[in-house]
């Protein structure tokens, strides 16, 4: 008997791991968290979650990250055969009997049923080998404060029905308490999150209603590529690819503006976030946090919200963006002698 929680995923996770195998499966570049229709609200728009062409036609696919049932298999239907679609992938962690007989019998759209759980040892293999030694030495060095809080985000949830675990007693002073931390976790992470901000005490970066007592540290940039393309096309995954090839040259992009607009800071360090894009640091002088606000205010395109908070929580640098499969690094912007990472995000 499978316990409820095994068949759960984080939905983030799951969503960008079936796309990725949904992209092995057929062979060819598929388009991703396309938005469907031209009229509506941009915001309302149905969303569809992946889609190729096979043997002429579109074949869209619909993504859970949870057991579906009857009843959602039936939205499901009716979302893709209201589309126009004729063929539909479903992609989930399993399939209740009653599901799976009622999109046997489904024509049109004709559905495949594709049961698909991700293989959390990959994950675990990767903490249980040298990812310290991808940990940036100022990440190193910030990290012995003391001073820096870490949490995770969990591939299934704890018993609890939670996703996200802090560590409110435990202070980290290195590395490898993280990978202590993590062999205890009821799963895996999906994702290593730390707080580019110092704080005196744990608790002062959760409990919302406490006086924050801000020590410095750094401030963080966070630039998503596929805000800057997603007007002219969805996302891409090729087979076997982390991520879209078209997100880390429109980050970069606008990196540069960026440095144009507030006249070259100092950055700490230029990561690939793994995921699609670029995540900067600079050391926090008390000013520079505002100075990017105010870029971003003046219409750069970066994720205002992390740089303007104080609490924000970004992926721990040399950590692993568990749905794609690649880890945070540095050398977006390489030192002398260093190769730049492919252009793959
Ligand atoms: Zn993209």
Not at 136 to 158: M, S, Y
Not at 184 to 212: K, M, N
Request: proline content about 9%; some cysteine.
């Amino acid at each position: 008997m499978v316990s409820v929680s095994a068949s759960v995923f984080e939905p983030r996770f799951y969503e960008r791991r079936a796309q990725r195998q949904l992209a092995a499966l057929a062979g060819i570049p598929v388009w991703i968290n396309v938005p469907w229709g031209l009229t509506g609200n941009p915001a309302s728009r149905p969303e569809v979650d992946a889609i190729w062409v096979r043997s002429g036609r579109a074949v869209a696919a619909e993504v859970k990250a949870h057991q579906v049932d009857a009843a959602e298999a039936g939205e499901i239907t009716e979302k893709y055969r209201h589309l126009g679609f004729r063929e539909l992938m479903i992609m989930a962690p399993g399939f209740t009997p009653s599901a799976s007989r009622s999109l046997a019998l489904t024509r049109y759209p004709a559905v495949e049923q594709v049961p698909f759980s991700p293989d959390p040892s990959e994950i675990a293999g990767f903490y249980q080998g040298g990812w310290q030694e991808g940990v940036p030495a100022w990440v190193h060095d910030a990290l012995a404060t003391g001073l820096h809080h870490v949490r995770f985000v969990l591939t299934q949830p704890t018993a609890k029905g939670r996703f996200v675990i802090g560590l409110p007693r435990t202070r980290i002073y290195h590395a490898g308490t993280i990978t202590r931390a993590i062999g205890t976790l009821p799963s895996p992470p999906a994702r290593v999150l730390w707080t580019p901000q110092r704080f005196t005490i744990p608790r002062d970066a959760i409990a919302r209603g406490s006086r924050l007592t801000a020590l410095g540290g750094y401030v963080a940039v966070d630039i998503d590529g596929d805000r800057m393309h997603r007007a002219d096309h969805a996302c891409q995954l090729k087979p076997g690819a982390g991520g879209c090839p078209h997100c880390l040259p429109r980050a970069e992009r606008e990196l540069r503006r960026l440095d144009a607009q507030i006249a070259h800071p100092p950055w700490t360090d230029v990561l690939l976030s793994g995921g699609r894009g670029i995540h900067a640091y600079l050391p926090d002088d008390g000013e520079v946090r505002g100075l990017v606000v105010a870029a971003a205010e003046a219409g750069a395109r970066i994720d205002v919200s992390v740089t303007a908070s104080l609490r924000t929580t970004i992926a721990l640098p040399g950590t692993l963006h568990a749905a794609n499969g690649q880890p945070v690094a540095s050398r977006v912007r390489p030192a002398p002698g260093e190769r730049p990472l492919a252009a793959a995000c």
